[in-house]
């Protein structure tokens, strides 16, 4: 079985600029976790099974996320598929908590690869 490719495609590019702009509303608002709901993210996985597009599907859009799947996920038609998860700083954290608890490779292998982009 081979892990699935994760390719960050969209990030925040100015957290500075946002910043400035809470700033301005108010300095109360300059807080870490305004900004993590202000940094968009865009992932690509590919070759990912269809239990884990599922599972990705169900834990991003409880936070209120979004994952773009394939039609025929939701037929069972893919064996496996490519898909998009989109979603803030803020959710996609949230979402890799809960990753991390599964004790699964994979799913331990995707958030790490999230994670790291967070740092760039």
Do not use: C, W
């Not at 079985?1 to 809470?22: F, I, K």
């Not at 209120?64 to 996609?92: F, S, W």
């Amino acid at each position: 079985m081979r892990l699935p490719t994760l390719r960050l495609l969209s990030s925040p590019t100015n957290a500075a600029a946002l910043r400035a702009e809470l700033a301005q509303i108010s300095p109360q608002a300059v807080l870490p976790e305004n900004i993590e709901k202000g940094s968009f993210y865009i992932f690509r996985l590919d070759y990912a099974s269809t239990p884990l597009a599922r599972f990705l599907f169900q834990e991003l859009t409880m936070e209120g996320g979004h994952v773009v799947l394939a039609p025929g996920i939701y037929h069972g038609d893919e064996k496996e598929t490519n898909l998009l998860l989109m979603g803030t700083r803020y959710q996609l954290r949230r979402m890799l908590s809960r990753l991390r608890t599964q004790r699964d490779a994979v799913l331990d292998h995707l958030a790490e690869e999230i994670a790291k982009s967070f740092e760039v």
